[in-house]
């Protein structure tokens, strides 16, 4: 039963499983917390992070992605989402008998908690999984565009690598470690950004015109929100309120506040100053790093992921827009990619029973945990979901293309900003 319990602690069995144990109240109230925290990371903390960035005349066009792209992702879920993620079905993907929450009932349980409470848990994953996505193509993608790719990308990618890794599927049989999305949410996210700003195109102006944030105070307020919001993501993941949420609680924080330093560290270093974009960004980095490790890890792991994730996602910030002119306009794939990848890989390491200070809690002392086994199989979950991604996204963006006559806006509309042409609305009046 222990046994059972652990994996579906770590989304690796499907609905309904252990309902016959009674539904736990302290349990559920923390996920009813936690669900909030997550809804709350992308409603209101990544639109005011992604608004402030952008320049004025396209503010209310990240906004309005970020709220409508919540709304289209919780009516998909409702339909077929959740159940072709955590639906029994194949290795592949889940089935449908689940639909529009068919047979659920009140009192129906996944594990101690609703199972309608796990069914909203799971759609804030699904919510805030494309909005990061809006990041890469910001200021230049058409809205309708942006609704129909999202959706697309939904059913093709988010689904069925939620289902290989938390529902049942290929990459759970081998035994993959993701505790909270690094592979679910972080790479599938930041491969599709990379994706979609190298097939939408650069800014017009990029790299050759300073596009600086227009309003760095909204972005760190929305920065605030995102590292309170994590903890729903990250310890609500243990779904139970226990010591490993208590531990994956510690270990996110811990990881942000080291990936900020470590960031704001190399801007000084390279360039003479600290900047309070790169400190907020390095928070993002070390939470996205942290994040399919939460779980796993102790806090001196967690120190050295942070460090790791503020230093390398810096650097991958710079190959991306520097060296390969990349327009990921606001550092999608270097910072959720790169860092989903780097935790996804370091959880083999950190994990480890027997490496004294900086052990992890994913096995017991003396279990036979091998630390290249788990790195191999964590290798080739992060391999497949990249290749997956990289393609899928690549098909979805040219159909989405065909569909709408173009994903991009007009170079006209581009220069007088997508608040207006888009939306007959500005952010701003003086």
């Keep these: 039963m222990k046994k059972l319990v652990t994996l579906f602690a770590l989304g690796l069995l499907p609905f309904g499983a252990l309902a016959e144990d009674g539904m736990n109240g302290a349990n559920t109230a923390w996920i009813l917390t936690a669900t909030a925290l997550v809804l709350f990371m992308t409603l209101p903390g990544l639109s005011l992070f992604y608004g402030g960035l952008v320049r004025s005349k396209n503010v209310l066009s990240v906004l309005m992605q970020c709220f409508a792209i919540a709304c289209v992702a919780s009516l998909i879920w409702l339909m077929f989402g959740y159940s072709l993620s955590f639906g029994e079905g194949s290795n592949f993907i889940g089935d449908v008998n689940r639909i529009f929450m068919t047979g659920m009932q009140r009192d129906s349980l996944s594990g101690d908690i609703p199972e309608s409470l796990f069914f909203m848990f799971q759609m804030t994953f699904a919510i805030i999984t494309p909005a990061l996505i809006v990041g890469a193509f910001a200021e230049r993608m058409k809205f309708s565009s942006v609704l129909l790719f999202s959706a697309f990308w939904l059913v093709a990618v988010y689904f069925p690598v939620c289902h290989w890794v938390w529902g049942g599927g290929w990459l759970a049989d081998m035994g993959v470690m993701d505790f909270a999305g ?180 994913g096995a017991e002392p003396g279990a036979g945990y091998s630390i290249l086994d788990q790195l191999t199989t964590q290798t080739i979950g992060v391999v497949a979901t990249f290749v997956y991604t990289a393609v899928v996204t690549l098909v979805l963006l040219k159909l989405t293309a065909l569909l709408t006559g173009g994903i991009r806006v007009s170079a006209e509309e581009e220069v007088a900003g997508l608040d207006i042409t888009a939306h007959e609305e500005s952010g701003y009046k003086f």
Excluded at 266 to 288: C, D, Q
Excluded at 298 to 313: E, N, R, T, Y
């Design 182 to 361: 690094g592979i679910v949410v972080h790479i599938t996210a930041g491969v599709a950004a990379l994706v979609a700003a190298m097939v939408i195109g650069n800014r017009k102006g990029f790299p050759n015109t300073a596009m600086p944030p227009h309003n760095m105070t909204m972005t760190i307020t929305g920065a605030g929100m995102l590292w309170v919001g994590w903890f729903g993501f990250n310890a609500g993941s243990a779904l139970a309120a226990n010591g490993d949420a208590a531990m994956a609680m510690t270990v996110t924080h811990i990881s942000a506040a080291a990936g900020s330093l470590a960031w704001a560290t190399m801007e000084w270093v390279k360039f003479g100053k600290p900047s309070v974009l790169g400190i907020v960004t390095g928070m993002v980095a070390g939470l996205g790093t942290i994040t399919p490790a939460s779980g796993f890890v102790g806090p001196a792991g967690a120190l050295v992921i942070g460090v790791s994730a503020g230093i390398i996602c810096f650097y991958m910030t710079q190959l991306v827009k520097r060296t390969w002119k990349i327009d990921d306009s606001l550092d999608v794939f270097p910072v959720h990619g790169i860092g989903g990848i780097l935790g996804s890989l370091l959880v083999a390491v950190f994990a480890s029973p027997d490496l004294g200070i900086f052990s992890g809690f």
